[in-house]
């Protein structure tokens, strides 16, 4: 399967609707793949520059720490994006491009959420560099990769800020 550039054009204005049993169906937007993809670049570099400033600091590049240094970026990288994602809804990289991680309903995304999207990301790395996630965000038609699948999670543009909020209310009368 190649992707080319008009492919990935043409999809970046699509919606995805979902049924709910309360409310009219939702119409979310995924992000556009290349958003997400420089996303995960940033975040990787700032998970990066973290770990290697805790590998510093303990002393920890010996090659008999190996191991512990590997088990250290795993816990950094699933705090990092747990966290962020948990209380922001967006990580660094993703805050930077505009983007946000809402749930099913289409409210911003939940501690437990997170949590099983984010536990999945080593799943989606298999067998390296996020081909796993890569493939599936490419051929499901929600954009979501297999954390997302299961967390019932959606990577969407986050909503413009008013640049023109209303005034305050006038605080004494």
């Known amino acids: 399967m190649t992707l080319d550039k008009e492919h990935l054009d043409h999809d970046d204005n699509k919606e995805v609707t979902t049924e709910t049993l309360t409310a009219p169906p939702l119409h979310i937007r995924p992000a556009q793949i290349r958003k997400r993809a420089a996303a995960v670049i940033i975040d990787s570099v700032t998970i990066g520059v973290a770990c290697l400033t805790v590998i510093s600091i303990f002393h920890l590049n010996m090659p008999t720490q190996l191991g512990f240094n590997i088990f250290l970026v795993a816990i950094v990288t699933f705090l990092y994006y747990f966290l962020f994602e948990g209380l922001m809804a967006s990580t660094i990289g993703k805050r930077l491009l505009s983007l946000q991680v809402v749930g099913p309903q289409g409210d911003l995304v939940t501690f437990r959420e997170s949590f099983l999207r984010n536990v999945f990301r080593f799943v989606d790395w298999l067998p390296a560099l996020y081909f796993l996630g890569t493939v599936l965000i490419h051929v499901s038609k929600e954009r ?14 986050a909503p413009e800020k008013d640049i023109n909020p209303p005034p305050a209310p006038f605080l004494f009368h």
Do not use: H, N, Y
């Open 144 to 157: 979501r990769r297999l954390g997302d699948i299961i967390a019932r999670t959606t990577v969407t543009p």
